[in-house]
């Protein structure tokens, strides 16, 4: 039996996936999860409804509720984080605010590690097109295709690990650049053991799925059979008289009251998936220096800030002009400190009057000088 596999069979390690069943009974984040999915339910509902007069209320309207259903999520996580590390309950209102909160976290990781994995793509395409040399380009490929194949699939390794475990960080109370690099680390140094559980929660989890759908689906069948003949609207279901918001008002009731049952179901199954990211959230980190990682992050980003407003300083800073050489400056100094030469004067035979030497005719008297 592996590691991984003890993990699965220890019962009473603290972070056991055999923990998923508390998820269920926590009040609160089944409250959290229920209301925020609900909204959403009835927003998408009341959008597809006035689909009709214009297609700006479906788009507002969907795009509020696949918010207020991440938000929900979000907030339904930071309770199940609070869960599983024993940490006293917070109010509903307080899981439903952090969850908000924890929405741009959650994006600009989601952005971040798309960027990462698409860099890998990226550098992938990059050989390939090296290997569309002619000649050799064949035999490049023989031994980058095995190559490219285990980077890709290393990358989609820690993509899956680090998916399933940046929101629990956040939901923990990491920033996002520390929240990634715990994660690489966690990737780095336990792989196998973190998909290891994830994979084991997950199947559990769809076990646990696959009997709630089955459980709602028939029950709404028969439902759906008594009303039939009761009420009148049968089991033939016309989605398009739902989306268009025309029909019976009886079909159009029937439709909401069926569309609430399955969000509601799917609220309270999603929370088994978000209980598995915790788990192992919180057994993995706690195998790694989270102080260390923190640190070593913080340093790397204010030598990049450095870099980069060191960057901006330069470019804002404007061209001096081209120096002078000394030379030319010492002898443009001695010229300009150097004293004017006076022209030789003398005077005016006629009048004694002062003149230049170079004056033809007295400016006193007029004179004609020599």
């Known amino acids: 039996m592996n590691h991984a596999e003890r993990l699965l069979a220890k019962d009473d390690h603290p972070y056991s996936i055999f923990r998923l069943p508390e998820a269920l009974s926590c009040w609160q984040a089944v409250a959290v999860m ?10 998408g509902a009341l959008g597809s409804m006035l ?3 214009s297609i700006i209320f479906p788009m507002l309207l969907g795009l509020l509720a696949l918010v207020l259903a991440i938000a929900g999520t979000s907030g339904a996580g930071v309770c199940l984080t609070d869960l599983a590390r024993g940490r006293p309950y917070r109010g509903v209102l307080s899981y439903c605010v952090a969850g908000l909160f924890s929405l741009p976290k959650l994006v600009g990781a989601g952005l971040l590690m798309l960027l990462l994995y698409g860099a890998v793509l990226l550098g992938v395409a990059l050989v390939l097109l090296v290997c569309k040399l002619p000649g050799i380009g064949p035999v490049l490929l023989v031994v980058a295709v095995p190559l490219l194949v285990l980077t890709v699939a290393l990358a989609l390794l820690g993509y899956y690990v680090a998916v399933s475990i940046v929101g629990p960080a956040i939901w923990d109370g990491e920033r996002v650049m520390h929240a990634l690099s715990i994660a690489w680390s966690i990737t780095r140094n336990h792989p196998f053991e973190a998909i290891g559980k994830i994979v084991g929660g997950l199947l559990l989890s769809g076990i646990f799925a696959a009997m709630v759908f089955g459980l ?6 028969i439902v759906g059979g008594l009303a039939a003949p009761i009420i009148g609207t049968g089991m ?18 029937a439709g909401v009251g069926y569309a609430l049952v ?3 179901a799917s609220a309270f199954v999603f929370l088994l998936p978000l209980m598995v ?7 993995f980190s706690d195998k790694v220096d989270r102080g260390t990682i923190r640190s070593a992050t913080d340093s790397a980003l204010q030598d990049v800030n450095a870099r ?6 330069k470019a804002q800073t404007p061209v001096a002009p081209a120096a002078v050489p000394a030379a030319v400056v010492t002898a443009a100094a001695a010229g300009a400190s150097a004293p004017v030469a006076a022209h030789p004067s003398t005077r005016c035979p006629q009048c004694a009057g002062v003149v230049h030497a ?4 007295c400016e006193h008297c007029g004179h004609k000088l020599q």
């Open 308 to 313: 980069v407003a060191e960057f901006k300083d």
């Open 236 to 253: 033939g279901f016309d989605w398009s008289a739902l989306v268009g918001g025309y029909g019976s008002s009886h079909w159009v009731g």
């Open 358 to 361: 170079d004056d033809r005719f």
């Open 34 to 43: 229920g209301a925020s999915y609900l909204g959403a339910g009835l927003l």
């Open 262 to 264: 399955f969000v509601t």
């Open 277 to 283: 990211g915790v788990l192992t959230w919180c057994e």
């Open 216 to 221: 709602v689906g028939i029950s709404s069948l």
């Open 51 to 53: 689909a009709h007069t």
